[in-house]
Protein backbone atom coordinates (compact mmCIF):
# COMPACT_ATOMS: atom_id res chain seq x y z
CA UNK A 1 0.00 0.00 0.00
CA UNK A 2 1.71 3.38 -1.04
CA UNK A 3 1.59 5.71 1.53
CA UNK A 4 0.86 9.73 -0.03
CA UNK A 5 0.46 12.69 2.36
CA UNK A 6 -3.51 13.99 2.18
CA UNK A 7 -1.49 17.50 0.41
CA UNK A 8 0.23 14.80 -1.87
CA UNK A 9 -3.43 13.44 -2.63
CA UNK A 10 -5.21 16.35 -3.53
CA UNK A 11 -2.48 17.93 -5.46
CA UNK A 12 -2.55 14.79 -7.76
CA UNK A 13 -6.14 15.12 -7.84
CA UNK A 14 -6.20 18.83 -9.45
CA UNK A 15 -3.78 17.96 -11.55
CA UNK A 16 -5.40 15.40 -12.86
CA UNK A 17 -8.63 16.90 -13.25
CA UNK A 18 -7.14 20.77 -13.56
CA UNK A 19 -9.54 21.42 -16.73
CA UNK A 20 -12.32 20.85 -14.21
CA UNK A 21 -11.40 22.87 -11.57
CA UNK A 22 -10.07 25.83 -13.81
CA UNK A 23 -13.69 25.70 -15.40
CA UNK A 24 -15.47 25.53 -11.80
CA UNK A 25 -13.41 28.55 -11.21
CA UNK A 26 -14.51 30.23 -14.38
CA UNK A 27 -18.21 29.45 -13.73
CA UNK A 28 -17.92 30.69 -10.49
CA UNK A 29 -16.61 34.08 -11.58
CA UNK A 30 -19.12 34.59 -14.57
CA UNK A 31 -21.97 33.62 -12.08
CA UNK A 32 -20.61 36.14 -9.57
CA UNK A 33 -20.40 38.82 -12.11
CA UNK A 34 -23.72 38.45 -12.95
CA UNK A 35 -25.01 38.56 -9.17
CA UNK A 36 -28.26 38.09 -7.72
CA UNK A 37 -31.08 39.46 -10.02
CA UNK A 38 -34.37 40.48 -8.42
CA UNK A 39 -37.59 40.12 -10.31
CA UNK A 40 -40.88 42.18 -8.70
CA UNK A 41 -43.50 39.94 -9.79
CA UNK A 42 -47.22 41.18 -8.60
CA UNK A 43 -46.68 41.15 -4.45
CA UNK A 44 -44.24 38.83 -5.14
CA UNK A 45 -40.58 38.97 -5.60
CA UNK A 46 -38.65 36.31 -7.60
CA UNK A 47 -34.86 36.30 -6.78
CA UNK A 48 -32.14 34.50 -8.87
CA UNK A 49 -28.83 33.65 -7.49
CA UNK A 50 -25.76 33.19 -9.07
CA UNK A 51 -25.63 29.35 -7.98
CA UNK A 52 -28.36 28.96 -10.80
CA UNK A 53 -26.30 31.02 -13.18
CA UNK A 54 -23.57 28.98 -12.53
CA UNK A 55 -25.94 25.00 -12.87
CA UNK A 56 -27.42 26.59 -16.45
CA UNK A 57 -23.42 27.60 -17.84
CA UNK A 58 -21.97 24.64 -16.14
CA UNK A 59 -24.74 22.59 -18.37
CA UNK A 60 -24.21 24.16 -21.20
CA UNK A 61 -20.39 23.25 -21.48
CA UNK A 62 -21.13 19.54 -20.32
CA UNK A 63 -21.05 16.82 -22.65
CA UNK A 64 -24.88 16.71 -23.76
CA UNK A 65 -24.96 20.26 -25.05
CA UNK A 66 -21.65 22.11 -26.29
CA UNK A 67 -19.02 19.07 -25.11
CA UNK A 68 -16.85 20.93 -23.34
CA UNK A 69 -16.46 18.40 -20.37
CA UNK A 70 -15.66 14.82 -21.18
CA UNK A 71 -17.31 11.57 -19.67
CA UNK A 72 -15.16 11.22 -17.01
CA UNK A 73 -15.24 14.79 -16.12
CA UNK A 74 -18.81 14.82 -15.64
CA UNK A 75 -18.63 11.90 -13.58
CA UNK A 76 -16.48 13.37 -11.59
CA UNK A 77 -18.31 16.94 -11.49
CA UNK A 78 -21.56 14.99 -10.68
CA UNK A 79 -20.12 13.35 -7.38
CA UNK A 80 -18.77 16.87 -6.37
CA UNK A 81 -22.72 18.72 -6.95
CA UNK A 82 -24.29 17.66 -3.66
CA UNK A 83 -21.22 19.42 -1.85
CA UNK A 84 -21.33 22.68 -3.89
CA UNK A 85 -24.64 22.92 -3.62
CA UNK A 86 -25.55 22.47 0.07
CA UNK A 87 -23.46 25.89 1.07
CA UNK A 88 -26.04 27.62 -1.31
CA UNK A 89 -29.27 26.11 -0.15
CA UNK A 90 -28.16 27.08 3.64
CA UNK A 91 -27.10 30.62 2.32
CA UNK A 92 -30.69 31.12 0.86
CA UNK A 93 -32.53 29.58 4.23
CA UNK A 94 -30.19 32.45 6.14
CA UNK A 95 -30.83 34.88 3.70
CA UNK A 96 -34.69 34.24 3.16
CA UNK A 97 -35.63 36.52 6.74
CA UNK A 98 -33.64 39.65 4.62
CA UNK A 99 -35.62 39.12 1.48
CA UNK A 100 -39.10 38.38 2.97
CA UNK A 101 -40.79 41.44 3.59
CA UNK A 102 -41.94 42.33 7.49
Known amino acids: MENVSQPNKIWQAVKRD ?4 LA ?3 IVVI ?21 LFA ?20 KKASSLVLVAITPFMAKIVFLQDQISPS
Open 55 to 74: IVIGIVLGRDVLGFFKEKES
Open 18 to 21: YRLY
Open 24 to 26: AFF
Open 31 to 51: AELIGTKKIQLGSGLIVIYPM
